[in-house]
């Protein structure tokens, strides 16, 4: 019974312990993402991006995220959805410095006309699924939890299916 009463501060002094560093590393675990709508002639975009960095200190921190993302238009209509990891650099203040893997399935369906042996125009769809990999590389002006900037896709192909440019503008914000 006495080695009872004497362990029980042992116990509480490490489950006080344990909660201190569940409590710290949350302290350093920044949420945040994009979310992104776009409604045009004929045209309509959405997607949502949820990400989590976790901060090692105030000039680095890494993490998770997730995307997904709908577009249609006239003739076509695209669904992406993946995940990926970045790694934020914060030399200075003001500059953000990224580098991100991300993977994306992705199907689109689009409408195409040819033309028949009789000289008529059909349309039928045509319909492509795959898997997209991009390593961008970018440069951003940070202002507190936002940064602005640009990112290069490293392994951009012309005949890439979800990307037009290697190119791509971004805006981060964690909180």
Not at 63 to 89: E, K
Request: glycine share 10%.
């Amino acid at each position: 019974m006495l080695s009872i009463i004497l362990l029980m501060p042992l116990v509480t002094l490490f489950a006080q312990e344990e909660e201190k560093d569940k409590s710290e590393f949350w302290n350093k675990v920044s949420i945040g993402g994009g979310l992104g709508l776009n409604v045009g002639n004929g045209i309509f975009s959405a997607s949502v991006s949820p990400s989590a960095v976790y901060n090692f200190n105030e000039y680095f921190s890494a993490g998770p995220g997730l995307h997904y993302s709908y577009q249609s238009g006239r003739n076509f209509n695209t669904s992406l959805y993946g995940a990926s990891l970045i790694g934020l650099a914060n030399p200075l203040p003001q500059l953000q410095l990224s580098a991100e893997i991300e993977q994306l399935k992705y199907n689109i369906n689009r409408d195409v006309q040819i033309q028949n042996t009789d000289g008529s125009i059909s349309t039928v769809e045509a319909t492509s699924d795959g898997w997209n990999t991009a390593l961008f590389i970018g440069a951003g002006y940070r202002v507190g939890p936002a940064s602005i900037g640009v990112r290069y896709n490293v392994l951009f192909q012309e005949d890439d299916d979800i990307y037009a440019t290697a190119f791509a503008p971004f805006v981060r914000v964690y909180f």
